[in-house]
Nanobody, 123 residues
């Protein structure tokens, strides 16, 4: 089992920045690929960014490329999502998720999920 706890959400003006953190406990964190997803009100959950277990590969949704950066610190069992140049359309509940080894953009391929953290971007 892996337990995931997100933090760092909040209210920010358009153009601002936030850094989300996801702390993991349980099984060996370094064995898992980590993903960030988001779900806006009335919409389906969507992939935002992913990072391979080793940190050597990352993947991003087109809508966040160049603005968001995913990273991980396996010594701290934590994955981060640095979000810059935020837009009102980035408003959503952000979730981190874990799956074995490789990145996936599909929600159904992740085994463990956090409870989510709200990000609200005002215009």
């Amino acid at each position: 089992q892996v337990q995931l706890v997100e933090s760092g959400g909040g209210l920010v003006q358009a153009g601002g920045s936030l850094r989300l953190s996801c702390a993991a406990s349980g099984r060996t964190f370094s064995m898992y690929a980590m993903g960030w997803f988001r779900q806006a009100s009335g919409k389906e959950r969507e992939f935002v960014a992913g990072i391979r277990w080793s940190g050597t590969n990352t993947d991003y949704a087109e809508s966040v490329k160049g603005r968001f950066t995913i990273s991980r610190d396996n010594a701290k069992n934590t994955v981060y999502l640095q979000m810059n140049s935020l837009k009102p359309e980035d408003t959503a509940v952000y979730y981190c998720a874990a799956r074995s080894w490789l990145i996936s953009t599909r929600t159904e391929e992740y085994d463990y999920w956090g409870q989510g953290t709200q990000v609200t971007v005002s215009s």
